[in-house]
C-alpha cells in the first residue's frame, strides 16, 4: 500500500528529473530530451514514417510532428519520399546523427546507472521489467476505457434502400473527421459545431431495438466512424440486436478495421478511395498526406475476408481520365467500384464544384471495367 500511495510522487519525480538531465547533458548536441526518443526511434528503423512514430512510442502525431521537425531543423534526420509513393515520407538519420549515437547510447546508459544506484544488477534488470510491465498495463487500461467511452451519434435516417447494397437499413452518422474533402457533402458533420445536437443514445436504441423485424442492417457513417474509440463497443451492440453491419470508412485507420474485421463486427465496408496516389492529398482537402495508412487499409480489402466496395465520388475539378486509369491500376482485381456522381449543395465543403455528365461517367465506367469488372455508376 505504501508503495503504491507513492507511485504518482515517484513517477512524476523520476520523469522531471529524467528531462532535466537530458536537456542539461544534450544541450551541447542541439538537442533536448523532447527528441531522445524520436531520434532513438529512427536509428533503430530507419525508415519509419510518422504513423509508425507515433503507433511505436503511443504518442499523439502533433508530438510526433514536432520532435522530428527540430531533429531536421538540427540537421539529425532527413525525410525522403517512398520511392513507390512519393506521398508517403520516410524518415532516416543523417551522418551527423550517425556520429553522436555512440554518445547518446552512452549518456542513457549513465542515466540508468544513476538511478539504479543502491540496487544489485538483478534488482536493476527486475525494476526495469517491472517498470515495463506497469507501463503496458497502464496503457491497456486507457485504451480499454476509451473503447468504452460511448459513441456520441449526431444524425440518423430510419430508413434506406440505398446505403447498403441489397438490404432494408437504417444509417447512424458519427461526427467529425479526418479528412476535408471539398465535395464532402457533410461538411456540418466535419467542422461539427460545439452545440451539435447529438441524439441520445436511448433513442435510437430504442428505435433500433423496436425494428428488428423490419430493418436488416444497418450503416455507420460520418464523418469518419473508425476515428472514434467507442466504435468497436457500438458495432458489438448492433450485433447483439441481431443486425449486419456496413462501416462506411476513409481508409485512414487500417489496424481499427483489421480489429473490426477479425471479430466479425463488419458485414460489409465502403471505402471511399478518392483518387489515384498521385491526386489524393489534394482530393482529400489534406495535401500532405501519409497515403501509407490508405494503402494498408486497400491491400486488407482486397484481401476479400469481407464484402467490400471502394467508392469515388467523380468531380469536374478533380477526377479526370488519366487520374482514373490510375486509380483503376491501383485496385486492379477488387471486388467492387462504385463510380458516385457529384452532387452540389448546401452542405458542401469547397462551393464551385460541377459533376460529370452521365455520358462522361459511362466512358470512365467502360475504361475501369477492364481492372475492375464489377465497375458501376451511383447517383445519376
Ligand atoms: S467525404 Fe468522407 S472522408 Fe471526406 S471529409 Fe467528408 S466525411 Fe470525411
Given amino acids: 500500500m505504501a508503495q503504491s500511495s507513492r507511485l504518482l510522487t515517484d513517477s512524476s519525480i523520476l520523469y522531471r528529473c529524467s528531462q532535466k538531465y537530458y536537456d542539461k547533458v544534450l544541450s551541447d548536441l542541439n538537442l533536448g530530451s523532447g527528441q531522445l526518443p524520436f531520434l532513438i526511434f529512427i536509428y533503430e528503423n530507419e525508415g519509419i514514417t510518422m504513423n509508425g512514430l507515433a503507433e511505436k512510442g503511443c504518442y499523439d502525431k502533433g508530438t510526433v510532428t514536432k520532435g522530428v521537425q527540430r531533429l531536421v531543423e538540427a540537421?539529425?534526420?532527413?525525410?525522403?519520399?517512398?520511392?513507390?509513393?512519393?506521398?508517403?515520407?520516410?524518415?532516416?538519420?543523417?551522418?551527423?546523427?550517425?556520429?553522436?549515437?555512440?554518445?547518446?547510447?552512452?549518456?542513457?546508459?549513465?542515466?540508468?546507472?544513476?538511478?539504479?544506484?543502491?540496487?544489485?544488477?538483478?534488482?536493476?534488470?527486475?525494476?526495469?521489467?517491472?517498470?515495463?510491465?506497469?507501463?503496458?498495463?497502464a496503457l491497456a487500461f486507457l485504451i480499454r476505457e476509451q473503447q468504452e467511452e460511448p459513441l456520441r451519434i449526431f444524425g440518423m435516417q430510419k430508413l434506406t434502400l440505398l446505403d447498403y447494397p441489397g438490404k432494408m437499413a437504417a444509417t447512424l452518422f458519427t461526427g467529425g473527421c479526418n479528412f476535408r474533402c471539398p465535395f464532402c457533402q457533410n461538411s456540418d458533420l466535419v467542422f461539427l459545431a460545439e452545440d451539435a445536437a447529438e441524439i441520445?443514445?436511448?433513442?435510437?436504441?430504442?428505435?433500433?431495438?423496436?425494428?428488428?423485424?423490419?430493418?436488416?442492417?444497418?450503416?455507420?457513417?460520418?464523418?469518419?466512424?473508425?476515428?472514434?474509440?467507442?466504435?468497436?463497443?457500438?458495432?458489438?451492440?448492433?450485433k447483439q440486436l441481431g443486425y449486419l453491419v456496413k462501416?462506411?470508412?476513409?481508409?485512414?485507420?487500417?489496424?481499427?478495421?483489421?480489429?473490426?474485421?477479425?471479430?466479425?463486427?463488419?458485414?460489409?465496408v465502403a471505402m471511399d478511395l478518392k483518387n489515384c496516389r498521385e491526386s489524393y492529398g489534394k482530393t482529400a482537402g489534406v495535401e500532405?498526406?501519409?497515403?501509407?495508412?490508405?494503402?494498408?487499409?486497400?491491400?486488407?480489402?482486397?484481401q476479400g475476408r469481407v464484402p467490400y466496395e471502394f467508392r469515388t465520388t467523380?468531380?469536374?475539378?478533380?477526377?479526370?481520365?488519366?487520374?482514373?486509369?490510375?486509380?483503376?491500376?491501383?485496385?486492379q482485381g477488387a471486388q467492387k467500384l462504385v463510380l458516385?456522381?457529384?452532387?452540389?449543395?448546401?452542405?458542401?465543403?469547397?462551393?464551385?464544384?460541377?459533376a460529370w455528365d452521365r455520358a462522361t461517367l459511362e466512358q470512365f465506367q467502360k475504361m475501369l471495367i477492364r481492372y475492375v469488372p464489377n465497375t458501376e455508376i451511383r447517383g445519376c
Fill in 75 to 137: 540537421g539529425y534526420v532527413i525525410m525522403m519520399s517512398d520511392e513507390h509513393d512519393k506521398r508517403v515520407k520516410m524518415l532516416f538519420t543523417t551522418e551527423k546523427a550517425k556520429e553522436i549515437m555512440a554518445q547518446i547510447y552512452l549518456i542513457r546508459q549513465n542515466w540508468w546507472e544513476m538511478i539504479t544506484q543502491q540496487m544489485s544488477e538483478e534488482e536493476a534488470a527486475l525494476f526495469g521489467t517491472l517498470q515495463a510491465q506497469a507501463a503496458q498495463n
Fill in 200 to 238: 441520445p443514445s436511448e433513442e435510437w436504441l430504442d428505435f433500433l431495438k423496436k425494428r428488428r423485424s423490419l430493418l436488416e442492417g444497418v450503416c455507420i457513417s460520418g464523418g469518419e466512424p473508425l476515428l472514434h474509440p467507442g466504435i468497436e463497443a457500438l458495432l458489438r451492440r448492433l
Fill in 247 to 268: 462501416l462506411d470508412t476513409n481508409g485512414s485507420f487500417p489496424h481499427k478495421l483489421e480489429t473490426l474485421v477479425s471479430q466479425g463486427l463488419v458485414d460489409y
Fill in 288 to 302: 500532405a498526406l501519409d497515403l501509407g495508412p490508405i494503402e494498408a487499409s486497400v491491400q486488407l480489402l482486397m
Fill in 314 to 331: 467523380i468531380v469536374r475539378e478533380l477526377h479526370n481520365e488519366k487520374e482514373l486509369r490510375l486509380l483503376g491500376e491501383w485496385i
Fill in 340 to 354: 458516385q456522381q457529384f452532387e452540389d449543395s448546401d452542405r458542401v465543403i469547397q462551393k464551385g464544384l460541377h
